[in-house]
């Protein structure tokens, strides 16, 4: 992996204000400018309300800055259309929630099809990258299990195999270990770790997860929708 | 992506049942009523074969349209002399006159017959000579007080060659049985010798003529002719007639299929509920899938996808209630109405069924697609 010698997101003079103009006018994101090389493990942190979750959300194409322009792997996000960031989303931008998000009358199997079908896989190929994901996971007896009948540890797994479906270039975790217990949580940080560290994958994590530290090699801190501190764990 | 939108449906179950109730119904009602003026429609253009290249002949005042031709067939009373003012106009090849009698303190449907007075000889006007015998002899020159019967009637009061048929209190022996012709006159008909229905009538008058034309082509000026001879008289051509009840076949089709169809979009109004429900319940899932990628017209296209396989069931069994609709009516009518589940109808009733579907998925649909995908995945 040739980590490190290139920028996957590129965020430049970031200002994100909703209903502006107006009375309710709220500056969430002020002034943000960073890069992220490729193969990083980045951890943003910050009190509630800090615009960690909507800088997440412009990162993942979910939401377009105000202005200020932001590249993920050289595009210009704020220049595409709709079904174009819906493209970008699905090739290189794997989610993990805090609540899972998978869907609830499928099986972890379906979840992870699903993805690779929204992508144009055919279903016989869909079923094997998804079945190999998941094994790899440590699901494979879990397969044709459901979402309820899925522990939250393993529903996260299934949650990231679903991530990694398409092969993306960045993971983007939205409080990934909020909803369980401590040492699953560490489980998953460690398998995130390992994709990073061993597949090369960019993780991007927004977290109060006190353990980051030990797993990110930067971390952005964030108050108020700015950058108040930017440095190396 | 068929595949999860059968599963979609399946999870609220009882919602999906009444929603392809409604549907149903509506579909049911829309192929029934339909079949109804589709038999009608094939009942009229078998009748026409009747009086087609001819012309029908009243006395009276020229009432408008068929209504007007039943109520004057009643009243009408054509004269031997006036038979022979047609006669006499040039182009006329033979004049067929007729009566007709109908016990009325019996309702048609459940009667089932209607007497017909012919000369024997000219029987072949009246029944037209692809039209065969299913036993027994047709009427004679010099016949009396015989009948010759159609299927229907004879299936009806099981009646054979040899039996008698009592009309207006003079029985009449019965000495053939018509092929079934699908013409309801011949089918349902007891036809009898004109002289004698004249005496059971205590009529000197026919009720109408069948002008024959040396030259089909020349119909519609003989008609004006004949007319012009004798200011009592009026007349229709079978082209006249099949262009107005074309016109009021059109006007049932229009009012049977409406109703059926403002049952239907009723039905359709409820795929919509149903799918504005399913779409709000699912915000969350459906800001997931945006987020792993679906593009705006993949959720239109998922939403689509199950509003129009709920309005396909309910269509597809619709159609065969409405089939059975069509069954049930075609024996409540015993034999005056055949009613007609056609395959266009059927199609047609399908086709409407899907546009239903999709008119009533369009928006929440649209709405779905429409989704920020930030606020829908946090949606609690």
Sequence with gaps: MNKGNRYIVKAENVFKVYNPGQENEVKVLNNIDFKIREGGFLSIIGPSGSGKTTLLDIIGCLLKPSSGRVFIDGMDIGKLDDSELARIRGKKIGFIFQQYNLIHSLTALENVVLALRIMGKSKQEARRRAKSLLEMMGLGKRLDHTPSQLSGGEQQRVAIARALANDPKIILGDEPTGNIDTKTGEKILELLKHLNREKGYTIILVTHDPRIGKYSDRIIHLIDGEIVKDGKA | ?380
Aim: hydrophobic share 50%; charged share 20%; with cysteine.
């Design chain 2, 1 to 380: 992506m068929l595949d999860i939108a059968f599963r979609n449906i399946k999870r609220q179950k009882t919602r999906t049942i009444l929603t392809v109730l409604g549907i149903m119904i509506g579909i049911a009602a829309v192929v029934s009523l339909g079949s109804i003026s589709q038999g009608m429609n094939i009942m009229m253009e078998k009748s026409f074969e009747l009086v087609a290249g001819r012309i029908m002949v009243f006395q009276g005042e020229g009432a408008a349209g068929i209504a007007g031709m039943m109520t004057a067939m009643s009243t009408s009373e054509i004269t031997e002399e006036q038979i022979e003012t047609m006669i006499s106009v040039s182009g006329v090849k033979d004049v067929v006159p007729m009566s007709m009698y109908m016990d009325t303190s019996v309702n048609m449907m459940q009667l089932g017959w209607v007497a017909i007075g012919i000369d024997p000889v000219r029987l072949n006007y009246f029944k037209g000579e692809n039209i065969l015998m299913y036993d027994g002899r047709e009427l004679e020159e010099g016949d009396s007080d015989v009948a010759i019967i159609g299927k229907d009637v004879a299936d009806k009061y099981n009646l054979e060659v040899g039996d008698s048929f009592t009309v207006k209190e003079a029985d009449f022996d019965i000495v053939g049985v018509i092929e079934r012709s699908d013409i309801q006159d011949i089918d349902m008909g007891v036809i009898v010798p004109i002289e004698d229905l004249k005496v059971l009538l205590d009529k000197d008058t026919y009720q109408m003529a069948f002008v024959i034309p040396e030259d089909v082509k020349d119909t519609e000026i003989i008609a004006e002719h004949i007319e012009d001879a004798d200011e009592d008289l009026y007349t229709m051509t079978g082209k006249e007639i099949a262009r107005q009840a074309s016109e009021i076949l059109d006007q049932i089709s229009i009012v049977t299929i409406g109703l059926g169809a403002i049952a239907a979009i009723v039905g359709g109004l409820g795929v919509m509920n149903t799918m504005i429900m399913a779409v709000l319940e699912r915000r969350r899932e459906i800001g997931v899938m945006k987020a792993i990628g679906a593009t705006n017209g993949m959720v239109l296209q998922q939403i689509l996808i199950e509003s129009a396989l709920i309005s396909l069931i309910g269509g597809m069994i619709g159609i065969a209630l409405g089939m059975l609709g069509a069954f049930g009516i075609t024996m409540y009518a015993g034999g005056m109405l055949k009613a007609v589940v056609t395959p266009v109808l059927a199609v047609g009733a399908l086709a409407f069924a899907l546009c239903l579907g999709l008119v009533g998925g369009i928006y929440p649909a649209w709405k779905a697609a429409k989704l920020d995908p930030v606020e829908a995945l946090r949606y609690e």
